[in-house]
């Protein structure tokens, strides 16, 4: 079945700063990578999300690239900022999503 | 406010109790998921259903009961569970269980078992 990995497990950034967070993936079926976001006390929430078929998307401060050969795809903000201090998860879906373990990141002032 | 509502947020019961927690989506959905979370592993999906049945069962210990009387409404009944059965259990929902859309979750249920 499908594995995904999911690096740095802890981030740490100067606001202002930009994060970057890598997920790999095992199965070359996935096609749909969603990037959740959770915060303390609340369930993981929707902050991007990029298809098989498109190599980057943006919103705003947040951005999303994947590599299909590599079967590799990254979270990017830039501009961080203290709000931004969350758990971010990957996931990747081929007939249900599998999830990364996760990437607690701190923003300090 | 997600539309997808669980209670209660925190429960605390005894390995011998009879528990069940709750989700509600308002949604519009017709597919509902239970998902596991503990410290530091992955989500681990448990129960799907969609249109009220169910399409998955990730080998689950039957301690772990779900019902799903509509596509608004599921339950995971719980009995005789253990104490690493200790975790946040998510519920989420999608427009089915085969659109790769958005998940929605609910806040979570804490559920500790002593």
């Known amino acids: 079945g499908e594995n995904v990995e999911q690096h740095p497990s802890t981030l740490s950034v100067q606001e202002g700063d930009s994060a970057v967070i890598k997920c790999t993936y095992s199965?070359?079926?996935?096609?749909?990578f969603p990037w959740y976001k959770q915060e303390l006390g609340k369930g993981p929430q929707l902050i991007i999300d990029i298809r098989s078929n498109v190599g980057e998307k943006k919103d705003q401060r947040i951005a999303v690239t994947l590599n299909k050969t590599a079967k590799h795809f990254s979270l990017h903000i830039t501009e961080t900022q203290p709000e931004d201090s969350a758990v971010y998860f990957c996931?990747?879906?081929?007939?249900?999503?599998?999830f990364g373990p996760g990437t607690r990141l701190s923003v300090l002032p | 406010e997600t539309g997808v509502t669980q209670t209660p947020r925190h429960l605390v019961m005894g390995m011998t109790n009879k528990k069940s927690l709750k989700c509600e989506q308002h949604?519009?959905?017709?597919?509902m998921y239970w998902y596991k979370q503990s410290a530091k592993k992955p989500l681990e999906l448990m129960f799907v259903y969609n249109f009220k049945e169910q399409t998955e069962n990730n080998s689950v210990p039957s301690r772990f009961s779900p019902e799903c009387p509509n596509s608004s409404h599921l339950f995971l009944h719980l009995h005789t569970l253990q104490p690493e059965d200790s975790a946040l259990y998510l519920c989420?929902?999608?427009?089915?269980?085969?659109?790769?859309?958005?998940?929605?979750f609910g806040e979570g249920s804490r559920l500790t078992v002593l």
């Open positions: 989420a929902s999608s427009q089915d269980d085969r659109n790769t859309g958005e998940l929605f």
């Open positions: 199965d070359s079926a996935s096609n749909y």
């Open positions: 949604l519009g959905h017709n597919a």
């Open positions: 996931a990747a879906y081929v007939q249900n999503f599998v």
